[in-house]
Nanobody, 120 residues
């Protein structure tokens, strides 16, 4: 599975961005999908995930601000990010083939990152 993320950019604090991740697979609907991020000098962390049955998990730091969704017809997973803060600045990675309910999800497939920079 190849994953192609897009949608990153520079935004002011309080603003919004929507990340997209398109997958090249005929079995997209069977995969759990997720978004991770890695801030400068920090480890990569899980942000949100959606199961193949549309069950969703968010980490506490993004609850109420970020929304994950999937469109199986378009083989695409999205991350709508609202009320962004400088602490959200990171490279964001999409992923597929993970158990979103474990403490540290480990995906089978990674996309390339897309940089999100939030200015204060």
């Amino acid at each position: 599975v190849q994953l192609q993320a897009s949608g990153g950019g520079l935004v002011q604090a309080g603003g919004s961005l929507r990340l997209s991740c398109a997958a090249s697979t005929h079995t997209f609907s069977t995969y759990n999908l997720g978004w991770f991020r890695q801030a400068p000098g920090k480890e990569r962390e899980f942000v949100s995930g959606v199961t193949w049955r549309d069950r969703i998990r968010y980490v506490d730091s993004v609850k109420g601000r970020f929304t994950i969704s999937r469109d199986n017809a378009k083989n695409t997973v999205y991350l709508q990010m609202n009320s962004l803060t400088p602490e959200d600045t990171a490279v964001y990675y999409c992923a597929a083939g993970l158990d979103i309910w474990v403490v540290r999800p480990i995906p089978r497939y990674w996309g390339q990152g897309t940089l999100v920079t939030v200015s204060s």
